[in-house]
């Protein structure tokens, strides 16, 4: 798996999610040398299966927003998180 520094993969996104979708190769995202993200290919399979979609707003996985305390992020049905 490829590691990418967060700034590095700023100034490169477009390049990187061309990439991840050409070489079906996972990258993850660091800030200051630990993981923060992982961005994968998408596939049919995968598809909203790990999306935050379904997550319960009251679940201790659903990420909250912040500046806003117990409000859960809302996410886009296409968004794949691992």
């Not at 996104?13 to 290919?41: F, M, Q, S």
């Not at 596939?43 to 912040?66: F, N, V």
């Amino acid at each position: 798996m490829i590691r990418m520094a967060a700034g590095k993969f700023k100034g490169q996104c477009l390049r990187v999610l061309d990439e991840v979708a050409e070489r079906k190769t996972p990258v993850t995202i660091t800030k200051r040398g630990r993981p923060v993200a992982t961005l994968v290919p998408y596939t049919q399979t995968t598809g909203s299966a790990k999306s935050l979609a379904g997550t319960s707003s009251r679940s201790a996985a659903a990420p909250i927003a912040p500046g806003r305390p117990g409000m859960p992020l809302q996410f886009s049905s296409d968004l794949i998180v691992s």
